[in-house]
T-cell receptor, first 114, second 116 residues
Framework: GAGVSQTPSNKVTEKGKYVELRCDPISGHTALYWYRQSLGQGPEFLIYFQGTGAADDSGLPNDRFFAVRPEGSVSTLKIQRTERGDSAVYLC????????????FGQGTRLTVV | AQSVAQPEDQVNVAEGNPLTVKCTYSVSGNPYLFWYVQYPNRGLQFLLKYITGDNLVKGSYGFEAEFNKSQTSFHLKKPSALVSDSALYFCAVRDRNSGGYQKVTFGTGTKLQVIP
């Protein structure tokens, strides 16, 4: 596709449930990032993939959060035993190889845990 | 560790006046610097970046930014503000010497309000 696609755009789930958020990056982009944005805040880094491997997962808040990118393209962010504090907009971005390249963001998935 | 500071939560400017949104950064090496804009209920859109060379960088929608190494700043500017420029602006940094590691760190954002 022309841009980064994230599905679903909105997700409401009950506390304690499991959710999966999907990101389809720009074709050919090797780098993929997940960020979390709370209201009035800047994007908070969660995890970065280079190809299929997670190059840095230091931003994942705890072991309830996990992300995969098995074929080096689509990525899924998985959250187990959701808590109300997980409510936020989850942003995915992708970029071409190279530290001087800009990231292109999707529209985000708004997760609400009730 | 790398970080970005945007000291102003909100900037108000009259339509037609010049605008400046401030950003300072901290990296252990040399920086790549970026500005993004976010409209309500939208994702972040890339505006411009500083890689190397000329300290004045021009980007989308008439925006420009000036890299100042001695002040570790990368302020966003526009000569004449439009009401449609009203949005949330984020500055971001990546360490040039990250050895291929590409984590980008964002500031907390500045809300720009252009008053008709």
């Amino acid at each position: 596709g022309a841009g980064v696609s994230q599905t679903p755009s909105n997700k409401v789930t009950e506390k304690g449930k499991y959710v999966e958020l999907r990101c389809d990056p720009i074709s050919g982009h090797t780098a993929l990032y997940w960020y979390r944005q709370s209201l009035g805040q800047g994007p908070e880094f969660l995890i970065y993939f280079q190809g299929t491997g997670a190059a840095d997962d230091s931003g994942l808040p705890n072991d309830r959060f996990f992300a995969v990118r098995p074929e080096g393209s689509v990525s899924t962010l998985k959250i187990q035993r959701t808590e109300r504090g997980d409510s936020a907009v989850y942003l995915c971005a992708s970029s071409a190889q190279g530290a001087n390249t800009e990231a292109f963001f999707g529209q985000g998935t708004r997760l609400t845990v009730v | 560790a790398q970080s970005v500071a945007q000291p102003e939560d909100q900037v108000n400017v009259a339509e037609g006046n010049p605008l400046t949104v401030k950003c300072t950064y901290s990296v252990s090496g040399n920086p790549y610097l970026f500005w993004y804009v976010q409209y309500p209920n939208r994702g972040l859109q890339f505006l411009l970046k500083y890689i190397t060379g000329d300290n004045l960088v021009k980007g989308s929608y008439g925006f420009e930014a000036e890299f100042n190494k001695s002040q570790t700043s990368f302020h966003l500017k526009k000569p004449s503000a439009l009401v449609s420029d009203s949005a949330l602006y984020f500055c971001a940094v990546r360490d040039r010497n990250s050895g291929g590691y590409q984590k980008v760190t964002f500031g907390t954002g500045t809300k720009l309000q252009v008053i008709p």
